[in-house]
């Protein structure tokens, strides 16, 4: 079993954090009425991509209704139909769309994870819940051999990535970088680069266009 198989094989059966296995839990059980008569994962979600990855995409964590209902990070809702459309311009995807665990979906030179592998609450994971979590996204760092350049989809993924890097020993430069779309910095062997996150609040207002994304996915 490779390192990123062995990750995926933990991370999809880990209950560490009470408050966040209880929620993925709920929402799985009671759904929302569109998705009602679908079998929701209600488990952590692990990465997915390409073993010879050259570009990090890091979100927050799974949505409650998209990557915890498909079991596939960015999959089945909004954010990850903006993400994965942008990948597959920017020659990262085989297809424009994500909609579930079997649509044939493939990353090229890219691979996909979250900085919490379980939906929280109000998307707001608490830094202990953050803390717990975030070894999963260090052993696949590690095990990415290739990796290059690490793009964050907003602050909290920024901030995650710097503690995983810091935590695998490429200390973070003091004064500590600061998040905004498009800052980017280089610790140890990676290039590290800010984007807005895909949400529906960013893209419905155009904060983050497809254009900005193309932008930043193409310079990674
Ligand atoms: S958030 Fe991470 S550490 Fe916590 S239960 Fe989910 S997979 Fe485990």
Known sequence: ?????????????CRACPRL??????VAREKVARFADLTYWGRPVP?????????????????????????RIFTGDRSGDFLYASMHR????????????????????????????????????TPDERDRCLPFLE???????????????????????????DALGHATPRP?????????????PYRLIGCFHPSQQNTFTRKLTPEMLDAVLRAA
């Open 1 to 13: 079993m490779t390192e990123l198989a062995a990750i995926d094989a933990e991370v999809v059966v």
């Open 21 to 26: 296995v209880a929620w993925r839990e709920e």
């Open 47 to 71: 990465g997915f991509g390409d073993p010879a990855a050259r570009v990090l995409i890091v979100g927050l964590a799974p949505a409650a209704h998209g990557g915890n209902r498909t079991g």
């Open 90 to 125: 920017c020659g990262l995807a085989n297809q424009p769309t994500s909609v579930a665990r079997d649509d044939g979906l493939e990353l090229h030179g890219a691979y996909v994870a979250a900085v919490n592998r379980c939906a929280p609450p109000g998307n707001k994971p």
């Open 139 to 165: 052993r696949e760092i590690a095990a990415l051999t290739d990796l290059r350049s690490i793009v964050a989809l907003g602050a909290f993924a920024w901030d995650g990535i710097l503690r995983a890097l």
């Open 176 to 188: 500590k970088p600061r998040f905004g779309h498009g800052a980017e910095t280089a610790i140890g």
